[in-house]
């Protein structure tokens, strides 16, 4: 088969920029495409009771050290932001927007976002960054700016999240391929396990 | 450093079990001896708030799927057992009832428990299977349900369970290699790697 795989994150998900950084290379060395799926894992948990990796009593101090070491593992930049968790509204509509108008400019806007955030040290909850990256990937600002102030973007990303959550999704990442679920950055090595062999 | 590695687990614990068919192995190649240390996680999530994996919203589905896919990837057998999770006072008061007596003894025990309970369907919370899985290790049976009954082991899980939380330790498997702590079987490759660099 060579339906697309489907990758959920938040902009806020530490393991989502992780797995955002080796997903693209994993598909298509298996002949696939990827396609992103923005949500927000504030959403998600209200459904579930689920609270944030990092305000979990003697979990949240292991993650911050686990975040950085799987980083590294990984062979991929890291810094943990300063503010954080974030609100990531504004960067999964602005993703929305732009998918409509041209996916190369989405994917781009996408790894900006989460390069920003998770490297450069910007804060992503802001609109006023949002945009800034969205020009910067060639969008236009001003019709971005009216998009993100309309319904039809609220409402497209709360579709997006309940459709995620119909099909199963409880964090980020998760990836789905050909209806198998994988969650976590460190289910990667089966993801590719299960895209060499067809399942296992 | 040689130090030993710090292995704790519940003996309810999926990803416990998976680690406890490798954790030896991976020490072994570098030198290294494990310590063994079972633990209540029941008692560990009264404190942390935590709950278990199978019972969280969406996630609970998720993870009976990945406990077994987990144990294919890794090329251990595994059979979810009917009744999970269980109570495992006994198993790791035996544990340690065993380990002060004769410490291959304890570790064979353990490796039958797991196997058990993941592999041949036998209840561990029951004290006569705990029981009859010490004496087919060669322990005298009624020395052990003697010291099973009295308050030395109790106080002795307990103390072990309070240790482990005073190290940070949240969940199961949670292996500590030279103070750097690793939470899950699927840590196992950072922990091999930190074992062959010394820290990355």
């Known amino acids: 088969m060579n339906s697309p795989l489907e990758f959920y994150f938040d902009f806020s998900s530490p393991y989502g920029y992780l797995a955002s950084e ?3 290379a994993i598909a298509e060395k298996h002949g696939r495409k990827v396609r ?3 949500i927000l894992l504030g959403v998600v948990f209200k459904e579930t009771g689920a609270v944030p990796l990092t305000k979990a009593p003697l979990k949240g101090e292991y993650s911050l050290h686990d975040f950085a070491r799987s980083a590294r593992y990984m062979g991929v930049p890291y810094q943990h932001p300063e503010n954080f968790p974030i609100a990531t509204q504004h960067a999964a509509r602005a993703y929305y927007g732009l998918l409509d108008q041209q996916h190369a400019m989405a994917r781009a806007f996408a790894h900006a976002a989460y390069r920003a955030f998770f490297v450069e040290g910007r804060d992503i909850s802001s609109l006023d960054v949002v945009l800034d990256l969205a020009a910067a990937q060639g969008a236009d600002r001003n019709a971005l700016a009216e998009a993100l102030g309309g319904q039809a973007l609220k409402d497209r990303l709360k579709a997006e999240c309940e459709a995620a959550m119909a099909k199963g999704v409880f964090g980020s990442p998760y990836i789905i391929a050909d209806g198998e679920p994988f969650f976590g ?11 060499e062999t067809g399942g296992f």
Chains 1, 2 share one sequence.
């Open 185 to 195: 950055a460190d289910r990667l090595p089966q993801l590719e396990r299960w895209l």
């Open 22 to 24: 080796k997903i693209d």
């Open 36 to 38: 992103w799926r923005p």
